[in-house]
């Protein structure tokens, strides 16, 4: 089942939030990859495995843009710095990036960014090491409408897309954050789905989902909110990503993170 999580609100009222997968089940068919299927598990799953370092000593993100769509330099070293602050890998971090031709099927269904990513992903976990598909779209999400879109969706154990087109279109309205905060607070959020919060194959230490919002904390100005405000047309945390509160780290730490 798809939710809409992370919603932003701006002042000409448009919704933009994330979406992910967590209740889907494993997505075992009989494709040419289907002996990758340790990375075709559900969203939370590999949330240890992606926190410590009890079984996978070191991770690579592979990031797949379509051309043109490609993140920027400044979101990406701030999500790994992210990824450096968070997670225990001895072994170190890679991130791998390159570049792809359109699928020309935007906008997208969850179920056709995992057919591109059937046809894309190259990286899978091996020995020690583990690895994330991140794919930068050129579309935005089907479900959208004229008051909410879909910046990302976490959709699998090892899997995310961020719809980059929906993130770009969004930096350019007046007073809008730049388009780098807009792509780290995502790449932070939906990875933060991947290790497993709130309470999406972490679980809690203290009782902070949102009732209201499930896989969302109720802590004001967290990373894993549902809602931050635009204040005057900017999104509150201007250009500053928001950061994960005391109690979504110490779910992370419970659960073998940093």
């Known amino acids: 089942?798809?939710?809409?999580?992370?919603?932003?609100?701006?002042?000409?009222?448009?919704?933009?939030?994330?979406?992910?997968?967590?209740?889907?089940?494993?997505?075992?068919?009989?494709?040419p990859n289907s002996f990758n299927v340790a990375n075709r598990q559900p969203l939370g799953s590999s949330a240890n495995d992606l926190l410590s370092d009890n079984q996978f000593k070191s991770i690579t993100i592979e990031i797949v843009s379509v051309q043109g769509f490609e993140p920027t330099s400044t979101a990406v070293d701030a999500f790994r710095q992210f990824l450096e602050n968070r997670?225990?890998?001895?072994?170190?971090?890679?991130?791998?990036q390159r570049s792809v031709a359109s699928s020309n099927r935007a906008p997208f269904t969850v179920d056709e960014i995992r057919e591109i990513e059937d046809g894309n992903r190259g990286l899978f976990n091996a020995g020690d090491e583990i690895t994330v598909y991140v794919y930068f779209a050129d579309g935005n999400n089907e479900g959208d409408t004229n008051t909410q879109v879909t910046l990302g969706t976490a959709y699998r154990n090892t899997s995310m897309v961020i719809y980059e087109s929906t993130l770009r279109r969004l930096?350019?309205?007046p007073g809008a954050p730049s388009l780098p905060t807009i792509e780290t607070a995502t790449l932070n959020h939906e990875f933060a789905h991947l290790m497993g919060l709130v309470n999406i194959g972490t679980p809690l230490q203290s009782d902070h989902e949102d009732p209201e919002a499930g896989g969302h904390c109720n802590v004001e100005s967290c990373l894993m909110e549902a809602a931050i405000e635009f204040a005057s047309g900017m999104m509150g945390m201007g250009e500053i990503v928001p950061e994960l509160d005391a109690q979504c780290i110490a779910d992370l730490r419970a659960n073998g993170g940093r």
């Open 171 to 173: 930096s350019t309205r």
């Open 1 to 31: 089942m798809t939710k809409f999580l992370s919603y932003l609100f701006i002042t000409s009222f448009l919704l933009v939030s994330c979406s992910n997968d967590d209740d889907a089940a494993p997505d075992n068919n009989n494709t």
């Open 87 to 96: 997670i225990f890998k001895p072994d170190g971090i890679t991130i791998n």
